[in-house]
């Protein structure tokens, strides 16, 4: 079974300045990656994904995303975040079996 | 509506009662699954379901029950509520991509308390 790990439990960031989530996964077999986000209150919603191609993977809001198979990472940045990206992430792996497993979370707040 | 609902949204109960929460989707997705998030586990897999009829436990299956009679629908059943069991279930869908797994998408959860 895969095993998902984000680093950082907890990212206060100020308002337009960078940020990257970090995520590491277990297998160094093909794998689907994903990030999610979850907004206060509601359920998990698709940032970005990566299947196959390009390594660097846009996504909606600014997102974007870096496949590294060597260093079985896929870490989440935005060059200037919003007040509204505050938000909780979840990283996850989906290998050629029947689950999905993700991450512990990463919370995100930005502060004004 | 289209898409992936659950019902209900909120519910207390008491220890010892059995508690049905629904999941309906209307993409017919192929895959449904339930998922319990926790403070400091993320979201972990109960149950889930490759087709109507075809259900196999995930990490934490013990206390549940489920049923896939239709394809659109993926009741989840505790049986005897536990106060452990108080968390947000999330349910989601899927279809498997050309070479492995595409994304998810999940309902807006239901908040359970067992009191």
């Known amino acids: 079974a895969q095993s998902v790990t984000q680093l950082d439990s907890q990212v206060p960031v100020f308002e337009e300045a960078p940020v990257e989530l970090r995520c590491n996964y277990s297998s160094s077999v093909s794998v689907y990656l994903f990030w999610y986000v979850q907004y206060p209150n509601q359920g998990l919603q698709l940032l970005l994904k990566?299947?196959?191609?390009?390594?660097l993977v846009k996504g909606i809001n600014g997102f974007e995303a870096e496949f590294n198979k060597s260093q079985t990472s896929f870490h989440l940045r935005k060059p200037s975040v919003h007040i509204s990206d505050t938000a909780e992430y979840f990283c996850?792996?989906?290998?050629?079996?029947?689950?999905?497993?993700f991450g512990t979370g990463t919370s995100l707040t930005v502060i004004p | 509506d289209a898409g992936i609902t659950q019902s209900p949204r909120y519910k207390i109960t008491e220890t010892g009662r059995q508690v049905t929460l629904m999941c309906h989707q209307t993409w017919s997705h192929s895959y449904m699954f339930w998922y319990r998030q926790d403070l400091g586990h993320g979201l972990r897999l109960i149950y889930y379901?490759?087709?109507?009829?075809?259900?196999d436990k995930g990490e934490v299956p013990d206390g549940y029950v489920v049923s896939r009679s239709k394809t659109e629908n993926f009741p989840l059943t505790l049986e005897s509520a536990t106060r452990s069991q108080t968390s947000v279930y999330f349910c989601?869908?899927?279809?498997?991509?050309?070479?492995?797994?595409?994304?998810?998408?999940f309902g807006p959860g239901t908040r359970l308390t067992v009191l």
């Open positions: 996850a792996v989906s290998d050629y079996g029947n689950q999905f497993y």
């Open positions: 379901s490759a087709a109507a009829d075809i259900t």
């Open positions: 989601a869908s899927s279809e498997e991509g050309a070479g492995g797994w595409n994304e998810q998408f």
């Open positions: 990566y299947l196959s191609g390009s390594t």
